[in-house]
């Protein structure tokens, strides 16, 4: 029974979103609308959870030997400023936590981001290895690209460019609408086996 | 489930039971439904009657049956990556990537496979480290994962540290992974699920670590990231079908039937669409919109 309620209030509301979609009616948009703060709601509780999670697991890494635990007391130090600079000077502009925000967190992640450029040309390099027929299709077709978007291209033929058009409007969108139309298919199918109650993920059991 | 049972209606039988419901007091009355059914979404809702039809029949006629599945290269390597990974006492990583929360159908796909990589892990006596962007989701995969340790007599290889949230930022959770793979230096490396911008950067970390990588994922964008950047990739619905493919479940396999019967059908629609664009007959394309 303690299993078959939440998959009974699963459907439910899987057919209602469903159904809400045709419905124009006010009542249904309004329910519809307390159904998304809802969803807010749960997900600012879990949230909660999840954060304590990160404290506890934090802690526990430094009472252990070992390099995590200096990460996990620079982790929980972080943590602390920030919670003690937004309950202490708010996060409007000019207070210190934007500051932080600005001048710390800010650059980490555009550091971070900045090493896509590096991983892009590493994995081309792997990728672009011509070592079977599909490969060489590959690597061809990607020169043919590099090719027609530089100045280059268009001075060795004004061809390289239009065929560079005709590579990504027609055989790179045809597959791509192929794989779109697999994906949309599998999600649908998933989504009609959560509402059957055959797809019991949510639930933590692996679908069991 | 959902028609497995003659007796009594189940649980599963009764939100079909609903929409047929409500799909019979608005179709036959249009005159009466104006006011309040979205007319202009009829061929939407056609095609929720088609697709939810095409996989519940499926599921019925595949009761007690055996389907072949065409061999999947990356959900056949998976016990070849687990395997890898304990001969080298390393642990197996698994991301569900950042760009999906649970409702998301490719989340719930994904932490089907991730039962399945448990239960082979637990066999094994290999950890599996599950860093999480998502707290509901790090949630649900903490109770997957102990079920599957569970299911494979190895309880007490679960450890909480090890399936947790990390943070909601992106980059911070590509770097957190990172981090996380290049001190652990997990064996093999499983990217199953939405991925966005951090999608390369956690592939590629992951080989510089010489990890083996399976990748899935429902972007488009991403997935030519992960075609030249992991060994094994599972394109499109490849992902939806691993599921049933590890579980062997009949009925999860029916509706992989289901999706390949609808494919049959949009190449039918395709194919006619063309022919009649070409005899210059657009009813068919206007009825799409």
């Known amino acids: 029974m303690l299993r078959k309620i939440p998959v009974m209030v699963c459907a439910v509301c899987g057919v209602f979103m469903a159904a809400q979609y045709f419905i124009v009616s006010g009542p249904v948009s309004q329910l519809y609308g307390t159904v998304l703060d809802w969803m807010q709601i749960i997900f600012v509780c879990a949230l909660l959870v999840g954060i304590l999670h990160v404290i506890t697991r934090q802690i526990k890494n430094i009472s252990r030997p070992g390099p995590e635990r200096w990460y996990a007391m620079i982790a929980l130090f972080g943590i602390a400023l920030m919670v003690v600079l937004g309950f202490g000077w708010g996060i409007s502009r000019g207070s210190p936590f934007l500051w932080v925000f600005d001048h710390v967190q800010a650059p980490m992640q555009t550091t971070v981001f900045s090493l896509l450029a590096f991983y892009v040309a590493s994995a081309a390099y792997r990728g672009f290895r011509a070592r079977h027929a599909e490969s060489a299709v590959l690597v061809l077709a990607a020169l043919i690209v590099l090719l027609g978007r530089v100045p280059v291209g268009e001075i060795i033929s004004p061809y390289v460019p239009q065929t560079v058009s005709w590579v990504l409007n027609v055989p790179a969108v045809a597959a791509k609408r192929a794989i779109l139309i697999g994906i949309g298919l599998g999600m649908t199918a998933t989504a009609i086996k959560v509402i059957a109650g055959m797809e019991r993920t949510y639930l933590g059991s692996g679908g069991r | ?289």
């Open chain 2, 1 to 289: 489930m959902i028609l497995r049972h003659g007796k009594m209606p189940q649980v599963s039988s009764v939100p079909f039971a609903l929409l047929l419901i409500f799909f019979a007091l608005i179709l036959p009355s249009e005159a009466a439904a104006a006011d309040w059914y979205a007319a202009e979404r009829t061929p939407e809702l056609a095609a929720v009657i088609i697709c939810a039809a095409a996989v519940l029949v499926s599921v019925y006629l595949a009761r007690g049956r055996r389907f072949y599945v065409r061999p999947l290269p990356g959900v056949q390597a998976i016990d070849d990556a687990l395997g890898r990974a304990t001969e080298m006492g390393a642990p197996v990583m698994y991301l569900t990537g950042w760009g999906g929360d649970l409702a998301r159908p490719t989340t719930m796909a994904s932490l089907t496979i991730l039962s399945h990589v448990a239960r082979r892990t637990a066999a094994f006596g290999t950890p599996i480290l599950f860093p999480s962007h998502d707290p509901v989701v790090a949630s649900a995969a903490q109770d997957t994962i102990q079920q599957g340790y569970a299911a494979g007599k190895r309880p007490e290889l679960y450890n909480s540290s090890d399936v947790a949230f990390v943070t909601q930022s992106q980059l911070g959770y590509a770097a957190a992974v990172d981090g996380i793979m290049s001190r652990r230096k997990p064996g093999a490396v499983f990217l199953l699920g939405s991925f966005e911008g951090e999608a390369l950067i956690l592939a590629e970390t992951a080989h510089n670590v010489g990890a083996v990588q399976i990748s899935g994922t429902d972007s488009t964008i991403q997935l030519s990231f992960f075609l030249v950047a992991c060994d094994y990739t599972l394109i499109g619905e490849e992902l939806f079908a691993a599921s049933g493919y590890l579980s062997g479940d009949p009925l999860i396999l029916g509706a992989v039937r289901g999706q390949d019967i609808l494919k049959i059908i949009i190449v039918a629609v395709l194919l006619i669409g063309t022919v009649l664009g070409l005899l210059q007959i657009h009813v068919f394309a206007e009825w799409f919109g």
